[in-house]
């Protein structure tokens, strides 16, 4: 579990104890499901990163909602949207080994994330990872429920593919946007795992 797991989830198990201390079962037990929940959101489980070096991974948990072709900066790229629900393991991670070439938060809204406006409108953190196996550019999106976007490294870290890099708290979307020389595994509707799942391999050649 990550840290901010207990920070949620801690008080919520004390005021049940509390209720509970006083007789008062029915909301006692009411804190403590909610604790178990958000306790539950930010698990964060072990995965088996793929050994092919070429292999670009999901960084998050969730839902293929879109594959579409972007500009970005002005280099065409192909996006994958990944949605994530409540009940999804929110702990990002990289999808390439490589150094973070950018980083930038972006204020915004907080449409639906499943929605398609949201990789543009909503509230985000992205940031661009460059390695042998090309660029990734990935965008951390705020979703209707999540308000809080964390983000763990900084700009010149050096990152493993599939290390963990951060989380969007309740519920969000992740786009990664690649070259257009990856091979794309994976279509709309297609469940992922972060660090785990690959959305592609790449035929650049370090």
Not at 75 to 104: C, E, K, W, Y
Not at 143 to 158: E, M, N, P, T
């Amino acid at each position: 579990m990550v840290k901010e797991g207990y920070w949620y989830g801690l008080p919520l198990v004390l005021v049940s104890g509390g209720l509970l201390g006083v007789g008062l079962y029915g909301a006692g037990t009411f804190f403590l499901v909610l604790a178990l929940l958000v306790l539950n959101f930010f698990r964060d489980p072990d995965r088996n990163i793929p050994a092919d070096p070429h292999a670009v991974v999901s960084p998050a948990d969730g839902r293929v909602v879109q594959i579409a072709e972007e500009s970005f900066e002005g280099r065409p790229l192909r996006r994958v949207s990944i949605f994530m629900s409540p009940l999804d393991v929110h702990v990002n991670r990289s999808p390439i080994a490589g150094t973070i070439q950018s980083v930038f938060y972006k204020k915004g809204r907080f449409r639906i994330a499943s929605e398609e406006l949201a990789s543009v409108e909503n509230e985000q953190n992205v940031f661009t990872v460059s390695g042998e196996q090309g660029v990734v550019v990935v965008r951390q999106i705020a979703g209707l429920l999540a308000r809080r976007i964390v983000f763990w490294k900084g700009l010149g870290d050096s990152l493993g593919r599939g290390e963990r890099i951060g989380l969007i708290k309740f519920g969000s979307r992740v786009d990664v946007l690649v070259e257009p020389s990856v091979e794309l595994r994976v279509k709309p509707g297609d469940r992922t795992r972060a660090g785990n799942s690959i959305l592609g391999i790449s035929r650049i050649q370090g």
